[in-house]
């Protein structure tokens, strides 16, 4: 379901540690484990690589990011509903990341599925289809978290 993680050491050893003397990575990464639970691996080495290489860019991206995904006119979960359903359409194997984020912003799975729906209409039954592999594979996340935690799913 989500990329393999990337090998930090290497990365520190190969590449360089992260270099932001203002923000930590760890700092970094607070915003995507409080949004989505974890720092997905692709978020994970461009804040590690390129904050090895290019920090300033890594907070020109964190800015211009933090700007477009929490919009003043929108809430967090209707954000991350569009952004589940953009992604959906364009095929993103990002889509599930905002569909995670989606349901901790408080997204219902009706809702969810009427995401999907509007996907169907103009992309059709691949995202009809992929959109129900997503809800089932987040579902099956959230059971797992469940019964790590004791948590009620």
Known sequence: MLPKR??????????????????????RGKIYEELIGFVPPRIEARLNVTGALDPKMVDLQEQMREHAMYPRSFDVKTAQLM?????????????VLHGIAARRAGASWLEMQDTVNLCFLFRGLSAANRGAELLANIAAREEEEAGTTGAAP
């Open 6 to 27: 990337i090998n930090l050491t290497a990365v520190r050893k190969r590449i360089g540690p992260y270099a932001d003397a203002n923000e930590s990575v760890e700092q």
């Open 83 to 95: 952004l589940f359903g953009m992604l959906l359409m364009d095929g993103s194997d990002a889509a």
